[in-house]
């Protein structure tokens, strides 16, 4: 018997399955989306051979006989593994106003209206339904809440991670491209016009020293901490899985890397953050 965990995500288009599949990608399950219940077998045996672990799963529900019984090959799948069901929900006004926004086409379109096709698919789906091992309703929940849903679930010790990284860099060299938030700190005092101070970096307690010395630093930092304090936990809520922030200065060696070394002291011990400082320019000019 394989000892990962294997989830299938199910239920009703427009309910949430994609925004589930990101999330359980987060969690570090092996997602496979849109995958035929006649492939099942094959595919879990490659996972297997491959050691992976816990896997999630988006089967093809929409009832295609040529593409296979999505319930039996869950069944089966289930007499060798430790299986759940995940069956996603959503009350007709809510999925009909999803549908409305994206202008995409229901899979059960054929049925005839949009109302028509939903009730349809909750018809075919029902005996799936039964067999869910936990059913949410997302009418009323945001992205983020449907994370914190799932994670509470299936990975309690993981849950709210946020990966952050901090990017220290040099504006000489251009900006990151790939920043959620920019801090600029060019006001501060610039160790490297003194010579004994330009060699080495904003982690050396020298440079570290001579920046505390600016009358600005402490007031900057203190406002700089708190204002991440307030936006963590809510880009947490939001149910983003990553934040990455840039602190620029001129060259990126000094004022940014020090500014970078507080961030990473300051959020160290929180145990909803994974954190890491990756200077982009500390090279320049050694």
């Known amino acids: 018997m394989n000892v990962g965990r294997l ?3 199910t239920g009703l288009s427009g309910a949430g ?6 999330t359980f990608e987060d ?11 006649a492939a099942l077998d094959e595919t879990l045996r490659v996972l297997d051979d491959a050691r992976v672990a816990d896997v999630a799963v988006a089967i093809d529900t929409h009832g295609d006989a040529r593409l296979g019984d999505a319930l039996g090959a869950i069944e089966r799948a289930a007499r060798t593994r430790d299986t759940s069901i995940l069956y996603l929900e959503a009350r007709n006004d809510a999925l009909v106003r999803r549908f409305s926004e994206t202008r995409r086409r229901h899979p059960f379109a054929d049925r005839g209206s949009l109302r028509e096709a939903i009730a349809a698919e909750r018809d ?7 067999r869910a091992t936990i059913a949410i309703d997302t009418t009323m929940l945001t992205h983020g809440a449907l994370k914190e849903r799932l994670a509470a679930a299936f990975a309690p010790e993981a849950r709210a991670v946020l990966a952050m990284t901090i990017v220290p860099f040099g504006f000489k060299y251009g900006l990151p491209l790939d920043l959620d938030l920019l801090f600029d700190v060019r006001f501060l005092r610039n160790p490297n016009y003194d010579d004994t101070l330009r060699p080495l970096t904003g982690a050396d307690a020298r440079v570290a020293a001579f920046i505390e010395a600016d009358a600005a630093c402490e007031p900057f930092m203190a406002k700089l901490l708190d204002l991440m304090d307030f936006l963590v936990p809510r880009t947490i809520a939001e149910g983003k899985a990553q934040l990455t ?7 990126g060696r000094h004022r940014s890397i020090y500014v970078a070394e507080r961030l990473l002291a300051h959020f160290s011990g929180d145990e909803r953050i994974a954190i890491a400082v990756e200077p982009r320019d500390a090279g320049h000019g050694a």
Request: proline share 6%; with cysteine.
């Open 27 to 37: 969690l570090g399950f092996y997602g496979v989306e849109h995958l035929p219940p």
């Open 7 to 9: 989830v299938f995500v």
């Open 124 to 130: 075919a789906l029902q005996a799936l339904r039964e």
């Open 17 to 22: 399955k994609s925004q589930a599949m990101k």
């Open 245 to 251: 922030v840039g602190i620029g200065c001129t060259g």
